[in-house]
């Protein structure tokens, strides 16, 4: 009886320890994540300025539609795409290494910031028709 007493006292001990620990480990995961969250909404933002990308991307509306879903196979939806991406998509047609004779006219003109500005009005937009 009085061994079993101890024991139950020692796992009781060491229970209330491992939970210290994995709430300590679940804490530091928690912070790990939610920095990892804040980081990857930074970067998906780039440092385009929506607003003034829906603007500028008026004249792309003809092909990739006025909400940057296309209805045309030939022509790529846009909407939800990662920023980064579509600015380097951009700027490579802009400077001539990706080439799609149709579009270049319409991107040939654009500056950095006009190509992150388009990069991230497209990228806020919803990828859902
Ligand atoms: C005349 C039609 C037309 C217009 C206007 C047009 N595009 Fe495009 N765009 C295309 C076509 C066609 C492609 C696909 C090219 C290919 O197959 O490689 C494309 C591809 C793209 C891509 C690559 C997408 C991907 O998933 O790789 C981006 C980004 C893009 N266009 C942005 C723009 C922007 C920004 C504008 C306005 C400044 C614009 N386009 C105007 C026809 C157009």
Same mark, same amino acid.
């Given at each position: 009886?009085?061994?079993?007493?101890?024991?139950?006292?020692?796992?009781?001990?060491? %229970?209330?320890?491992?939970?210290?620990?994995? $709430?300590?480990?679940? &804490? @530091?995961? /928690?912070? =790990?994540?939610?920095? +990892?969250?804040?980081? %990857?909404?930074?970067?998906?933002?780039?440092? $385009?300025?929506?607003? &003034? @990308?829906? /603007?500028? =991307?008026?004249?792309? +509306?003809?092909?990739?539609?006025?909400?940057?879903i296309s209805v045309n196979p030939a022509w790529p939806s846009l909407a939800g795409q990662q920023p980064v991406y579509l600015a380097k998509q951009i700027r490579l047609f802009r400077d001539g290494e990706r080439v799609e004779p149709t579009m270049q006219p319409f991107v040939q003109n654009l500056s950095d910031q006009d190509v992150d500005d388009i990069a991230a009005y497209y990228a806020g937009l919803s990828p859902c028709p």
């Open positions: 009886m009085g061994n079993s007493e101890s024991i139950d006292v020692d796992s009781g001990c060491v %229970r209330h320890l491992r939970r210290r620990w994995c $709430g300590a480990v679940l &804490a @530091g995961v /928690a912070v =790990a994540f939610s920095a +990892a969250v804040i980081e %990857r909404e930074a970067a998906a933002q780039g440092s $385009g300025d929506a607003a &003034a @990308g829906k /603007a500028k =991307a008026a004249v792309c +509306a003809a092909c990739h539609g006025p909400a940057g």
